[in-house]
């Protein structure tokens, strides 16, 4: 035979059972509680650490024309954007927006469950009238009638257990209270982005139509020149193939006007009519007119904490903090009181007359010993939704310090991407002349100026693009800097 070790060997003051860890643990709790008071149920809460670098990467962006910007928590939507077409769409999203509407409902549902829980707080009153019929010792059955104001089963709540409750309820309230202000703060971004996406609609448009009259023109001009011999067919085919690309382009142009027109609707809760669609200016925005100079306005930790969605994370740390309160409050004596007021009789037809006043008085209380480990399971459930709220805080960190850096990192390299872009676009432009001119004396071919064409038109639309990614970089900076919401 193996010997046992002797740390395997059983203990004396071993608990073979959960009930009795469970009366452990009431004991202890109930004797810590005598001594420190009842908060000691509840751990001290301390705010964990932001799991992210110490200052963001491009912290130095400021806006274009080297003037200092605003942290964006504190610059209004309505200082951010200054297009007054702009700001009209976004206050008709604001009004109309079902996503903005559902989170406000779910505000007044959290509230209400705040109330409902505070509610078990304090006695529930009411008035009510009772009747029993109950045999005696003499054989005989006893009656009795009584009315009046009763209270039952009210807890009187010594170790705080409805109390963490209700903190709870209020940090979830508060949670949704700031996940209200993330999906507000998404809305205005997501509406701005979708406007200057229809204008830049409108600007490739209209790069596309005087691109497809000039091919028009050219192709009327080289089917001229094929009818009289002076070009070959294939320089016919060519122009042919041009003007058809254009169409192909602004077909494809148009049904994302169309798109994008669809989702700005769905963004504002209406439908804009095609005049006011038309209406849009063409190109305002697309540069950085319009929208306001931001900057992060300090470190990580201390901007991303202003983040919606990072305080909404923080309040359901505060919630799970307060459950585990309330599951280490279920091991101790729960005191119930049950009482009523009224008058009692044993007819009913005396039940209101002189002398017919009575009272009960039945105060309970209960020290859980034995529950099958509902409490300790209960408790542990608690710590281990604490664990993971701590998690999910550090991860809304994370993602936050995620979307800044990526936004900022966006928003720095295409200053110069686009400058660049715009060089480009000249140079083809000339490019393109020249072969124009060359192309009408004789000196160059057909191919040479197809070429120029595709060019010319292939980077005037990438400018475009690109005025359109830095716009709504910006846009994408202030919204991961916690900027837009306002009351």
Not at 181 to 195: C, D, E, F, G, R
Not at 311 to 330: D, F, K, Y
Not at 377 to 403: C, H, M, P, T, W
Not at 431 to 441: G, H, M
């Amino acid at each position: 035979m193996i010997p046992t070790p002797a740390s395997n060997l059983p203990r004396s003051d071993a608990c073979p059972t959960r009930g009795c860890r469970h009366l452990r643990w009431s004991v202890t709790a109930l004797a810590a509680l005598l001594l420190t008071g009842c908060g000691a149920l509840t751990p001290v809460y301390e705010r964990p650490q932001a799991p992210v670098a110490a200052q963001f990467p491009g912290l130095a962006m400021v806006a274009d024309g080297g003037q200092q910007g605003v942290p964006a928590p504190e610059l209004a939507w309505q200082d951010f954007f200054q297009d007054a077409r702009l700001k009209q769409l976004i206050q008709i999203a604001l009004d109309n927006n079902r996503d903005l509407r559902v989170a406000a409902l779910n505000l007044e549902q959290a509230r209400a469950q705040l109330q409902i829980r505070r509610a078990d707080e304090v006695p529930t009153v009411g008035v009510g009238a009772t009747g029993s019929r109950l045999p005696n010792a003499n054989g005989g059955i006893t009656t009795t009638y009584s009315a009046g104001f009763t209270v039952t089963g009210f807890e009187a709540d010594f170790f705080g257990r409805l109390r963490n409750l209700g903190d709870a309820a209020q940090a979830q309230l508060l949670g949704t209270m700031e996940a209200r202000k993330t999906v507000q703060i998404s809305l205005i971004a997501s509406v701005a982005n979708s406007y200057l996406a229809l204008l830049a609609d409108d600007a490739l448009l209209a790069i596309t139509r005087d691109t497809l009259t000039s091919r028009q023109e050219s192709l009327r001009l080289t089917r001229l020149t094929f009818e009289h011999g002076v070009s070959s067919g294939l320089d016919l085919r060519q122009a042919e193939s041009l003007v058809e690309g254009a169409r192909v382009t602004l077909s494809q142009l148009e049904r994302q006007r169309s798109l994008d027109g669809n989702t700005l609707n769905l963004l504002l809760g209406q439908n804009l009519s095609d005049a006011q669609l038309a209406a849009l200016p063409a190109g305002l925005a697309l540069t950085d007119q319009g929208l306001a100079g931001i900057v992060p306005g300090g470190l990580p930790s201390e901007v991303l904490l202003r983040r919606p969605d990072v305080r909404a994370a923080e309040q359901q740390l505060l919630a799970a903090h307060a459950n585990i309160g309330a599951a280490r409050a279920a091991f101790l004596p729960r005191i119930t009181l049950t009482t009523s007021i009224g008058t009692a009789s044993n007819q009913f037809s005396g039940l209101f007359r002189s002398g017919s006043f009575g009272w009960t008085f039945a105060p309970q209380i209960l020290l859980p010993i034995f529950d099958g480990g509902r409490n300790q399971a209960n408790l542990d459930a608690a710590q281990v939704g604490r664990d993971v709220a701590v998690a999910q805080y550090e991860k809304s960190i994370q993602l936050a310090f995620r979307e800044v850096a990526d936004a900022m990192a966006t928003r720095t390299t295409l200053a110069e991407q686009l400058r660049a872009q715009i060089a480009q676009a000249d140079a083809e432009q000339a490019r393109l002349q020249l072969v124009q001119l060359r192309y009408d004396q004789g000196t160059s071919n057909a191919f040479e100026r197809l070429d120029a064409q595709r060019g010319t038109f292939a980077v005037r639309q990438a400018v475009v693009l690109l005025q359109l990614q830095q716009a709504q970089s910006l846009v994408a900076v202030y919204k991961a800097l916690g900027g837009g919401w306002k009351d």
